[in-house]
T-cell receptor, first 109, second 114 residues
Framework: DAKTTQPNSMESNEEEPVHLPCNHS???????IHWYRQLPSQGPEYVIH???SNVNNRMASLAIAEDRKSSTLILHRATLRDAAVYYC??????????FGAGTRLFVKA | EPEVTQTPSHQVTQMGQEVILRCVPI?????FYWYRQILGQKVEFLVS????????KSEIFDDQFSVERPDGSNFTLKIRSTKLEDSAMYFC????????????FGAGSRLTVL
């Protein structure tokens, strides 16, 4: 299974941008990079995904390194509601998605 | 927005009892998954299901577990004889198409085994 490495925790101030890094040096050519988040007492929630190019949606942006061995999830303006565990995963093709420990994001008012 | 629905939200059972957790995936989705999360731990893959059969399963998914899609809408996880260590949140997820494999999760069913 392709693995990802994320910092255990990060802290941000409210209204400031947050950059959440992820390393995936063993990514295969067909693996998509997905980000999910898990708010307290809820199930994981899809945030964004990409293959090679940077992606933007209403929740966040995803910056993918040229060699695809790392990516960064960008929350442009963190709010208290963004406090969650953020998971970077690899997957595609109907195969299982493996979740690591993720990064716990703390947002300070 | 379409969602994955899970029932019950919380079930308490005695050790050794059978439990069935139910999921209604999004109607046009083709791939179905069960994950579990023991309190304070990471989300663990249990099983994936496609075309009315198991496509992958983890070491956790032993003979005590089974999955079924009895009709066109429900997707169930059965634990035949629950153990204390089966206490966890169980999440159902579904995927529309296999390309990017974006999972949509349900809110989960909390299972407490006494």
């Amino acid at each position: 299974d392709a693995k990802t490495t994320q910092p255990n925790s990060m802290e941000s101030n409210e209204e400031e941008p947050v950059h959440l890094p992820c390393n995936h040096s063993t990514i295969s050519g067909t693996d998509y990079i997905h980000w999910y988040r898990q708010l307290p007492s809820q199930g994981p929630e899809y945030v964004i995904h990409g293959l090679t190019s940077n992606v933007n949606n209403r929740m966040a942006s995803l910056a993918i390194a040229e060699d695809r061995k790392s990516s960064t999830l960008i929350l442009h303006r963190a709010t208290l509601r963004d406090a969650a565990v953020y998971y970077c995963t690899l997957g595609g093709g109907g195969f299982k998605t493996i979740f690591g420990a993720g990064t716990r994001l703390f947002v300070k008012a | 927005e379409p969602e994955v629905t899970q029932t019950p939200s919380h079930q308490v059972t005695q050790m050794g009892q059978e439990v069935i957790l139910r999921c209604v995936p999004i109607s046009n989705h083709l791939y179905f998954y069960w994950y579990r999360q023991i309190l304070g731990q990471k989300v663990e893959f249990l099983v994936s299901f496609y075309n009315n059969e198991i496509s992958e399963k983890s070491e956790i998914f032993d003979d005590q577990f089974s999955v079924e899609r009895p009709d066109g809408s429900n997707f169930t996880l059965k634990i035949r004889s629950t153990k204390l260590e089966d206490s966890a949140m169980y999440f159902c997820a579904s995927v529309e198409v296999s390309g990017a494999n974006v999972l949509t999760f349900g809110a989960g069913s909390r299972l407490t085994v006494l």
